[in-house]
C-alpha cells in the first residue's frame, strides 16, 4: 500500500498529538514504514533525516542493532510484571546505573512511563516529603518563566508556555513564577551571566517571601527545549542550588529533554556541579524505543516516608507499566553504548561542525541569533534583526521551513519561529551538511517576503 492509502485510513481515525487536524487538510500527513539510523522511509521509498530525533527521544538510531538484540533477547524471558511486591533484573540494573551515572546524592529511583508523570512524581514527592516531616503548608512550587514540564495537569501546571497552558488555567495549581535566566532576553550589551544573575536575584525575592510555604523550585537545566530551546548558563544553576539550601526547599531538576548527553555532559547538572533533589529522566532514557521514565532523589527523602505503614507515609502511586521490563532493558542496552564508544567526546566534533556550518546565519536579516548547547542548536527568527521584532505568529513562518525540509527530506519540526537541530548521535558529516543546509535554505525561503 503506498502514502495515500494509509494516509486516508489515519485521518479515518486517528487524532494525533499536538495537532489541530484540519491543517492536514492542506498538510501531508507522512506514514513512515520503517527506520534505519538517522532515516525514516515512507511507504513510497521516500526518506527523511529525523533531526529532531522523533521528538527528542532517540539518541542512537532507529532500529540500533545492539538496544534491537537486548529487546529480542528480554521479550522471550520476561516482558513485564507488576512491580509492587515483585522485582525485576532490568529494573535493578537499571537503577543501578541511574545512580552509579547521575549527580552525587540521587540513590533512589521511582519509575514512571513518561515524562509527564514523572513531573507529576516529583511534585507529589516533594509535597508529601514536607508533609511527612510536619510542614502540610508547603503546597506551593515556584518555576521559571518559559518553562515546559508536560502535559498532565500538574506538569502543565508547572510550566509556562502559554500556548500549551492557558485554555486549561481554571483547571491549574498555580505555581510562583520566576523570571527565566534565558540568555536570548538579555539587554544589549549585557552578558549572559550579568542576565542570570539578575533574573536570580527577582528568585531569591520571591524564596524570601514564598519559601515557607513552597515545596521545591522546579528548572530544566540550561535548555527550556519546548520554550523554543532557549538557552542559559551553567553559573544560575549554582546559584540556586545554593539559594535552595539556604530557603530549605527542594531542587527539582528535569532532565527529561536534555538528559543523556544532549547539553553536552551526560547530565546538564554537571555544568554546574550540582546535585537536585529530585531529578526527572525520561525521553532519552530508552534510546527512543519505549515510554519509561525515572525520577531519582536522595535517601533522606526516602527515609522521610519510611515508617510503620499504619503512620500512613508510604508514597501510594503507581502507574500499570511501572519499571516495564522492556522499556528498562532497552534504557541499559543504551546506556551500554555510551559505555562502549566515546559517544560524548564524537559529539563535540559534531555540534562544532552543526555551529560552523551555521555560522553565516549570524548575518542573516531575519535571523536573531543561533544558539548552541551541547547537542542542541536553535536558530531564532525575526521579522527585525535589530530590535528582535518576531514575526506575527499567525504567519507561522516555522511551518514553511517544515515543509520545505519535508521536500528535500529532512525533518525539521521548528517551534514557532525557532529552527532547531536536535539530531540522533549517529549522524554523519554528510547528514549534518543536508540538515543544515536544508534548514539555511528552507529559513531564507521562510522570511523572502
Ligand atoms: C517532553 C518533556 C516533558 C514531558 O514528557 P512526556 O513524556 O512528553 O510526557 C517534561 N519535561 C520536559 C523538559 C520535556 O521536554
Known amino acids: 500500500m503506498n502514502n495515500r492509502v494509509w494516509l486516508q485510513r489515519d485521518l479515518a481515525h486517528l487524532w494525533h498529538p499536538c495537532t489541530q487536524m484540519k491543517d492536514h487538510e492542506t498538510l501531508p500527513l507522512i506514514p513512515i514504514r520503517r527506520g534505519q539510523g538517522v532515516w525514516l522511509e515512507d511507504f513510497e521509498g521516500k526518506r527523511y533525516l529525523d533531526a529532531i530525533s522523533s521528538w527528542w527521544v532517540n539518541l542512537f538510531g532507529h532500529a540500533n542493532p545492539h538496544i534491537n538484540a537486548a529487546l529480542r533477547d528480554q521479550m522471550e524471558t520476561l516482558e513485564h510484571v507488576i512491580l509492587a511486591g515483585f522485582s525485576h533484573a532490568p529494573a535493578v540494573e537499571l537503577a543501578e546505573h541511574l545512580v552509579r551515572l547521575t549527580p552525587p546524592g540521587l540513590e533512589r529511583v521511582f519509575y514512571a512511563d513518561n515524562g509527564s508523570s514523572a513531573v507529576e512524581v516529583a511534585l507529589k514527592m516533594s509535597f508529601h516529603y514536607w508533609r511527612n516531616c510536619g510542614q502540610p503548608q508547603r503546597t506551593r512550587f515556584i518555576n521559571l518563566s518559559n518553562s515546559y514540564h508536560g502535559e498532565t495537569l500538574g506538569a502543565l501546571a508547572v510550566g509556562d508556555v502559554a500556548l500549551y497552558k492557558e485554555t486549561y488555567q481554571p483547571l491549574l495549581l498555580q505555581p510562583i513564577t520566576a523570571p527565566s535566566p534565558d540568555c536570548y532576553l538579555r539587554e544589549p550589551g549585557q552578558s549572559c551571566e550579568d542576565h542570570a544573575r539578575q533574573a536570580f536575584r527577582d528568585l531569591e525575592l520571591l524564596l524570601e517571601r514564598h519559601a515557607h510555604e513552597t515545596c521545591a523550585v522546579i528548572i530544566e537545566p540550561l535548555v527550556q527545549c519546548a520554550g523554543y530551546m532557549r538557552m542559559y548558563p551553567p553559573v544560575y544553576l549554582k546559584w540556586l542550588r545554593q539559594a535552595c539550601d539556604r530557603f530549605g526547599v527542594h531542587l527539582i531538576a528535569d532532565e527529561i529533554a536534555v538528559g543523556f548527553g544532549r547539553t553536552g555532559t551526560l547530565f546538564a547538572c554537571e555544568q554546574a556541579g550540582i546535585s537536585p533533589d529530585f531529578l526527572c529522566l525520561s525521553k532519552g532514557l530508552t534510546g527512543g524505543y519505549l515510554p519509561l521514565s525515572a525520577v531519582l532523589t536522595t535517601d533522606a527523602i526516602y527515609q522521610a516516608f519510611y515508617d510503620d505503614y499504619e503512620r500512613l507515609t508510604a508514597f501510594l502511586h503507581s502507574h500499570s507499566y511501572t519499571g ?126
Open 324 to 449: 516495564n521490563a522492556l522499556a528498562c532493558r532497552a534504557a541499559l542496552a543504551t546506556l551500554e553504548l555510551f559505555e562502549r564508544e566515546p559517544v560524548l567526546e564524537r559529539n563535540q566534533e559534531k555540534a562544532r561542525l552543526i555551529r560552523e556550518l551555521c555560522a553565516e546565519l549570524e548575518d542573516h536579516p531575519h535571523v536573531a541569533e543561533v544558539r548552541q548547547t551541547g547537542m542542541i542548536t536553535a536558530i531564532e527568527m525575526v521579522r527585525d534583526r535589530a530590535t528582535r521584532e518576531p514575526y506575527p505568529w499567525q504567519e507561522r513562518r516555522g511551518l514553511r521551513v517544515y515543509r520545505h525540509g519535508l521536500e528535500k527530506g529532512v525533518l525539521l519540526r521548528p517551534l514557532g519561529n525557532v529552527v532547531y537541530f536536535m539530531p540522533p548521535y549517529v549522524i554523519e558529516e554528510d547528514e549534518i551538511r543536508l540538515m543544515v543546509d536544508t534548514a539555511k535554505e528552507g529559513i531564507t525561503l521562510a522570511t523572502r517576503d
